[in-house]
């Protein structure tokens, strides 16, 4: 089955504990990419990845590292959690075409105490 | 600047009513895209439809349809005979020609379908 699979589903940590929430796609897309989802605010994106070794960063990375070593994992790195990263994460991948549908995992519940 | 806006924060219908969710989009690029989502009470984000900036053709899948009109920029989405499982938030999001190739969201529309 085609999809896009996070881990962990749920999470909670505490401020400064280094975490990383994984993102693996089995479709062969091109771009990846993270958002994070929060009351008031919508969905903004974090960073993204146009292919392997390919990253940089969205509206609002500050506080977050990504790495696209392997065409389908592109794990989001938090060094030092912060409780203003509490959010429902989403990883989305696409199959790079320009013009491509973006297809989203199942989100990741994160607090940060 | 980008932005889409969906005035319409909550919506609550009794099933079996056809309901109208609004979206209005603005964007200088040419040539873009428009999509709908729905995030169902589980949390994930599922794709509904993607239409381009150059088809302005409506489009029906089932009980879903969508209404294109560049001229108001506005990319509307109808449910006809609603049903309870229909409940969720409703995004609908633009994609220009930026780089990025990121979704700019809007901020949703909960939809309470009441048996």
């Known amino acids: 089955e085609a999809q896009v699979t996070q881990n962990p589903r749920y999470l909670i940590t505490v401020t400064g504990k280094k975490l990383t929430v994984t993102c693996s796609q089995n479709m062969n897309h091109e771009y990846m990419s993270w958002y994070r989802q929060d009351p008031g605010l919508g969905l903004r994106q974090i960073y993204y990845?146009?292919?392997?070794?390919?990253?940089d960063k969205g509206d609002v990375p500050e506080g977050y590292k990504v790495s696209r070593k392997e065409k389908r994992n592109f794990p989001l790195i938090l060094e030092s959690p912060s409780p203003n990263q509490t959010s429902l994460y989403f990883c989305a991948s696409s199959p790079g075409a320009r013009w491509g549908t973006q297809y989203f995992g199942p989100g990741t519940r994160l607090l940060v105490l | 600047a980008q932005k889409v806006t969906q005035a319409q924060t909550e919506i609550s219908v009794v099933e079996k009513e056809d309901v109208t969710l609004d979206c209005v989009y603005e964007t200088r690029d040419t040539t873009y895209y428009l999509f709908w989502y729905k995030q169902p009470p589980s949390g994930e984000l599922v794709f509904l439809i993607r239409?381009?900036?150059?088809?302005?053709q409506n489009e029906i899948s089932g009980r879903y349809s969508w209404n294109f009109q560049k001229s108001t920029s506005s990319f509307n989405f109808t449910i006809t005979a609603s049903q309870v499982v229909d409940s969720a938030v409703y995004f609908c999001a633009l994609k220009g020609q930026g780089g990025s190739e990121k979704l700019v969201f809007g901020k949703g529309t909960k939809l309470t379908v009441n048996p």
């Open positions: 239409r381009n900036s150059f088809d302005e």
């Open positions: 990845s146009m292919n392997v070794e390919v990253t």
